[in-house]
């Protein structure tokens, strides 16, 4: 795949803050990042956006918010509250898309939870609609709904934009949280795709929340999976994001490197 | 849950030996067993029948067998035979059912790899017919997909079953794998369940294929599951398998216990 399309997503360099996130990708002719909220933040975002401006990088998305299911209407309040000044956060960085991880299964009553979800998805609809920035739910693996997100597969995320019908409403498909569904083909076609992530599965897992792959080290048809989603008319960017502890513990620069031969390798 | 529908599965205790495990059922008042294949080999497979005819228990499944998958045809045939050896292991342990993990994706293609295990079954069924065993699908947690099964939700299993369409051909439910799937209602009345277990979801996950939980220490509704079953007519036993390695630190007797109380709490 072309590196023209390629984003560096801030987890898979966690130990650099902003202005070494720019450089690194800079350097390795990547042309856009992905920063997570905290490591924008902790820089300041209209310092980030100037920065991000002069090296001539693009923004893909702002990660990340949602969280809308709690056991109490305060706490639902509390992740509305913060997934509007994620929307205001990603409209002054300029990033176009902010993906949105749900929230975990509460009350154990995953089909309860859903509807808080979607709920809170209305909720902030409007206020992300006036701020020009499209919310991206993203399926996420189902070994992250007890703790991240009970919309746990590509069918979910596609019914609940469907059902809202909402031009700043879309989805982002990373491939390591549905590579294995059987209808992925299916999902993808119908799929209002709003962004794309990359990261490969491995095993063992000693950690659930950062054991992803390197894109060529697992078992998911990464290739494929970038080529479908272009048969499908998704010619937007395509983040690499590998939370891992292992690739966390690398120097950065050669984990960057790595990222651009398996990418463009694809 | 009544405890006459209790079977303990050899995992939750998994270092004891067959005598040791049939000894914690019976004074524990649990009617039935449910042992790996190799505790039961260690032990003799016929005197590990007559051991549990004594002591009045019944086995309900000897697990497991499967792993269809393979790069190689010889590979493929080595999975036949040893699922061929499983399913007369089951009949002289006097086992009905026989659960299928039926083997990761191989060669970056689920589609293949789904394509392997139904023939691996069909070329196994009249063998399992011959001998009075009932295969059990048994779809995995999609966390498993890389390294045990790229059968991972009840949906794909039924639909095994459902093409082949044998009377000893079924599907085996475990909570743990199928807890958070949006379709699990409609899944699961028509599904030819032929055997329910049970673990809870709990994290942090430090070991994907052994971090199970205790019932009632997650966040599944394993009461609701098992009450559901038995609406949609299953009436048969319901295996406990926690596999963890925290309860496989715990001393049995006390794990014994808890299954106990847990079990007859749902």
């Known amino acids: 795949m072309e590196l023209s399309r390629c984003s560096l997503n801030s987890m ?11 450089e690194v990708a800079a ?11 905290e490591v924008t933040r902790a820089y300041g975002i209209r310092r980030a956006r100037d920065l991000v401006e002069r090296a001539g990088l693009a923004v893909t998305s702002l990660c990340r918010a949602g969280m809308f299911t709690s056991e109490t209407a305060a706490g639902r309040q509390e992740a509305v509250d913060d997934c509007r000044l994620a929307i205001d956060e990603a409209h002054e960085l300029g990033a176009p898309v902010l993906p949105l991880v749900c929230g975990p299964v509460v009350d154990k009553n995953p089909r309860g939870s859903r509807a808080m979800i979607r709920d809170g998805i209305e909720r902030i609809i409007e206020h992300a609609a006036q701020a020009s920035v499209v919310l991206g739910i993203e399926p996420l693996h189902p070994m992250l709904a007890g703790d991240r997100s ?25 491939a390591y949280n549905v590579w294995f569904d059987p209808d992925l083909d299916d999902e ?15 095993v063992p897992i ?13 078992c998911i048809d990464l290739s494929g999976f970038v080529h479908r ?7 937007g960017p395509i983040e690499v994001e590998v939370i891992s502890e292992r690739w966390a513990a690398e120097d950065p620069e050669r984990v960057v490197q790595l990222v651009v031969e398996r990418f463009t390798a694809l």
């Not at 989603?229 to 010619?235: D, I, P, Q, S």
């Open 206 to 218: 000693r950690n659930h929340t950062a054991a992803r792959g390197m894109p060529g080290d697992g």
């Open 188 to 202: 993808m076609m119908r799929s209002p795709c709003v962004g794309l992530q990359l990261a490969d599965w491995v």
């Open 27 to 37: 350097r390795a002719g990547i042309p856009a990042i992905a920063p997570w909220r």
């Open 12 to 22: 898979t360099v966690p130990r650099l803050d902003f202005e070494q996130l720019v």
């Open 229 to 235: 989603a272009k048969e499908n008319g998704y010619l």
């Open 150 to 174: 009970i919309i746990t597969s590509l069918a979910e995320a596609n019914g609940i934009c469907g059902s809202i019908d909402h031009p700043n409403l879309g989805v982002v498909i990373d």
